[in-house]
């Protein structure tokens, strides 16, 4: 019985790469991939899945929830709250750009720029506040704009992602080049994210399970306890990367922007969760 299950998600996924490459339909593409886990995982909820590896691994989630007990991410929340709340050069808060105190920012990112047509990502709308009010950007992979990113996430924790489907032509081109990252193959080792955390999603690796990628940005940035700090969803990417053999483009390039951008497509209307916890 496993083994059949196995080969029909196998072909339930080696069909979804082929139809999701065919033709964009956001729609579609989002039942497809989710069909794909399903098949895999009978027993979730679509909203499980933005647990991540916690969702497909019970003894994991038992350690998962001891440490939640006293989170290892808390200081991050409690910095970038005070970030958020510390004034810019021209007397203003990020509360001009992020009402109510940041809550349900993070479940509206990413988005297309309506002006440029550019995904914006919360990182870049936290910068473009930052320099309509005089301030300096801040670096994307540094400990302030992870703050940031935590205390954002946290204010916006059981809200549902809500990011409308693509439909002009600017966001339908950042969409299929999301799309088109996720299933090409690459680097040394010849594989595409959806090789490991579609088809191979639950086996292990170094003793971790491959993950899934519904709703993977909903947790994100997370607190590594293998990296004693917070990491971002793009420098998770550029992990992946690295794990390939390939060359990783840089964070918040417009390449694993376009990748976000995709997934959160396929999580949308899923919980925030942020920040999350990873091992």
Same mark, same amino acid.
């Given at each position: ?149 935590? !205390? ?67 947790? !994100? ?19 992946? !990367? ?38």
């Amino acid at each position: 019985m496993r083994s059949t299950r196995r080969s029909s998600a196998l072909v339930c996924c080696g069909l979804l790469a082929c139809a999701l490459i065919a033709a964009a339909d956001p729609a579609a593409d989002r039942a497809a991939f989710r069909a794909a886990y399903a098949e895999r995982f009978p027993q979730l909820a679509p909203a499980d899945y933005v647990l991540g590896a916690y969702a497909i691994d019970a003894g994991l989630k038992r350690q998962w929830e001891d440490l939640n007990e006293f989170p290892p991410y808390e200081f991050a929340i409690d910095e970038g709250r005070a970030a958020f709340a510390a004034p810019l050069p021209d007397g203003a808060t990020l509360e001009a750009c992020f009402p109510n105190a940041g809550a349900g920012a993070a479940a509206r990112f990413p988005r297309i720029d309506a002006d440029g047509g550019e995904v914006t990502t919360l990182s870049r709308a936290v910068n473009a506040c930052r320099i309509a009010h005089g301030a300096r950007e801040l670096a994307v992979e540094g400990a302030p704009m992870k703050a940031l990113l935590a !205390y954002l996430g946290f204010v916006a924790r059981d809200q549902p992602l809500a990011i409308a489907d693509p439909a002009t032509p600017a966001a339908l081109r950042h969409y299929e080049a999301g799309r088109a990252l996720f299933y090409t193959k690459r680097g040394q080792r010849n594989f595409s994210c959806a090789d490991c955390h579609v088809t191979a999603v639950g086996h292990h690796l170094r003793e971790q399970p491959l993950m899934p990628l519904l709703g993977v940005g909903n947790h !994100y940035p997370v607190y590594g306890l293998s990296w004693g700090g917070m990491g971002t969803l793009h420098a998770r990417f550029e992990g992946c !990367y690295e794990q390939t053999g390939a060359e990783a483009p840089a964070a918040q390039s417009e390449e694993l922007s376009d990748l976000e951008y995709f997934l959160a497509v396929m999580a949308n209307g899923l919980p925030i969760v942020a920040p999350g916890l990873h091992r």
